[in-house]
């Protein structure tokens, strides 16, 4: 199937927390607990629906933490307070953990599998796991040791020489030609468009954001309600950042950083969207799904194709988007982006981006899409397109049609 005929999701059937920095304010916090317990939250007392109208939960993470065997069930169970009998199944593919969840909940419900499914996406940066494997091989059976953060930050296994994540975007940008001007000419203007949400005591932003309910002690809890981590950003600050990595283009300012949170989507027919909308007048529908993996060591070119499936599949044209939403770990993937399907790169990512507010990498998606679906309502509807990259140089893509 190449296009989608009745898969909806329902206006505002979507919430995502705010983003907080690593060793931020939810740093101490399981995440598939504190995932499932914010989306019970927000069923209860953002949406007045009970959580057990879920037939289905995908939960996506790409950090391991305890319980991580029982994560889809626990999480399933936590949200429903075990009143229904919801399976689940986990699913990994870092950066693009949302997406490709849209996407599998989507093929469900138009093959009529069920009626109403759940994506809880969720990860914490903060205090990542240090692992310890047995090599019983090995000079004294020394133990082998992987830090799943920084460990798999500097160094995918299928690129030789082993190469960093932002090695990837320096690789693109160097065949492409970018500069450190233009990179920090995009990142001031990403930096404007996420003050756009801040507007007016956080109007946008509050359409689609629902705050984290944390634990300070055993006691005490308190509700994080603002991103935490934002950089004020100025062309003159930028202009005296360095590049991070030698003859290099993207300054530590012009790269995303790790963060915390979660996000959850409502995914169903046409009849329930309406039922669970705040506004049945408006429909959110998805259309299409791309993919993509481009050559190792290069990560930031691999939205191109991706999108380039996802319209092909749905049989529409770039300039029939009337908005474009991209996870942008680095500048260098909206500049390549943009040089490929001759748009300009200072007219997507309104209202922000990854760039700026962070990556807690399966939630990051599901974020940037909530953004999109509710520019495209404020705008009066039209087609929407969203693409990413994600670790091992993968792409993925997604359109939507809001109307």
């Known amino acids: 199937m190449k296009t989608y005929s009745n898969v909806y999701i329902p206006y505002n059937g979507y919430y ?23 989306a019970r939250r927000w069923f209860l007392e953002k949406k007045k629906v009970d959580p057990t109208v879920i037939d289905y939960l995908y939960y996506g993470t790409s950090i391991a933490h305890k319980y991580l065997f029982y994560s889809h069930n626990w ?42 499914g759940f994506g809880l996406m969720s990860d914490r940066c ?23 953060m920084m460990d798999n930050f500097n160094s995918d296994p299928n690129v030789t020489p082993p190469t960093k994540m932002v090695g990837t975007a320096e690789n693109v940008a160097k065949i492409e030609g970018f500069t450190k001007e233009e990179s920090d000419a995009v990142v001031l203007r990403r930096y404007q468009q996420y003050m756009m949400s801040q507007a007016n005591d956080r109007e946008f932003q509050k359409k689609y954001m629902f705050p984290a309910e944390v634990k300070v002690s055993k006691k005490k809890s308190v509700l994080v309600e603002l991103d935490e981590g934002v950089t004020a950003t100025t062309a003159e600050g930028l202009a005296k950042l360095g590049p991070a990595e030698k003859g290099g283009i993207h300054s530590f300012g012009a790269q995303t950083f790790p963060a915390d949170g979660n996000v959850g989507f409502i995914v169903t027919n046409r009849d329930k969207a309406k039922e669970l ?33 996802a319209l092909a599949n749905a049989g529409l044209k770039i300039t029939d988007m009337k908005a474009i939403k991209s996870h942008n770990p680095f500048t260098t993937n909206d500049l390549n982006f943009a040089k490929k399907f001759n748009i300009d790169v200072m007219m997507m990512n309104n209202y922000g981006s990854s760039l700026i507010y962070g990556h807690p990498q399966a939630p990051t998606a599901g974020r940037i899409i909530a953004e999109m679906l509710e520019e495209l309502v404020l705008i009066g509807g039209g087609y929407g397109l969203w693409a990413g990259c994600a670790a091992g140089d993968t792409g993925a893509s997604m359109i939507f049609k809001v109307g």
């Not at 936590?78 to 996407?103: E, F």
């Not at 429909?283 to 991706?306: C, D, H, K, L, T």
């Open 16 to 38: 995502s927390t705010p983003f907080t920095r690593w060793q931020g304010s939810m740093q101490n916090e399981n995440p598939i607990e504190l995932g499932a317990k914010t």
């Open 75 to 116: 999480a399933a169970g936590m949200l429903t307070d075990n009143k229904k009998n919801v399976p689940g199944l986990m699913v990994n593919q870092a950066c693009t953990t949302s997406t490709t969840i849209l996407n599998l909940l989507a093929k469900d419900i138009e093959l009529g599998v069920y009626d109403v």
């Open 126 to 148: 903060s205090n990542g796991p240090h692992t310890v494997w047995p090599n019983p091989m090995g000079p004294g059976g020394e133990l082998l040791h992987e830090n799943w």
């Open 277 to 309: 909308s705040v506004d049945p007048k408006v429909e959110i529908q998805v259309v299409s799904y791309g993919y993509s993996r481009v050559n190792p060591g290069f990560m930031a070119s691999a939205p191109v194709p991706a999108a380039e499936m």
